[in-house]
């Protein structure tokens, strides 16, 4: 004969179970876990990691925040450490796309080099 504690904890351990699995399975689709999710776009956090995105263009910057190129600058010089900001003030100016024009301008000479 089974007893009422027996019954008790097999009933506890089946509420914790199901618990565990209704907890591990929140939706059918897949969790994208992102090393460096895009955070709020009203947090000032948004603006330096905008700005350290290469495909992020200063005009989209400015259509999110109302900051122009050089409130921007003036922005990362203040919020990050100034050997942060030099090393993002030079990929900013060489490597990077961050103004819609010159990234037109180099996909189009891209393109005219892959065709010849």
């Keep these: 004969m089974v007893s009422f504690v027996d019954a008790f904890q097999v009933f506890t351990n089946f509420i914790y179970f199901v ?9 059918s689709f ?6 460096n999710p895009e955070p709020l776009k009203d947090s000032p956090d948004w603006i330096i990691w905008a700005a350290w995105a290469d495909r992020i263009t200063f005009e989209e910057i400015r259509k999110v925040t ?3 190129e050089g409130h ?3 922005f990362m010089r203040k919020s990050i450490k100034p ?3 030099r ?3 030079k990929r900013a100016s060489t ?3 961050k103004h819609r ?5 180099r996909r189009k000479s891209f393109h005219q080099y892959k065709t010849i």
Excluded: C, D, E
């Design 19 to 27: 618990k565990f699995l209704v907890k591990s399975k929140k939706s």
């Design 30 to 35: 897949p969790v994208t876990r992102v090393k």
């Design 66 to 68: 109302g900051l122009s």
């Design 72 to 74: 921007v600058i003036q």
């Design 83 to 85: 050997a942060s900001f």
């Design 87 to 89: 090393r993002w003030r």
């Design 95 to 97: 490597q990077s796309l």
């Design 101 to 105: 024009k010159l990234f037109s301008q």
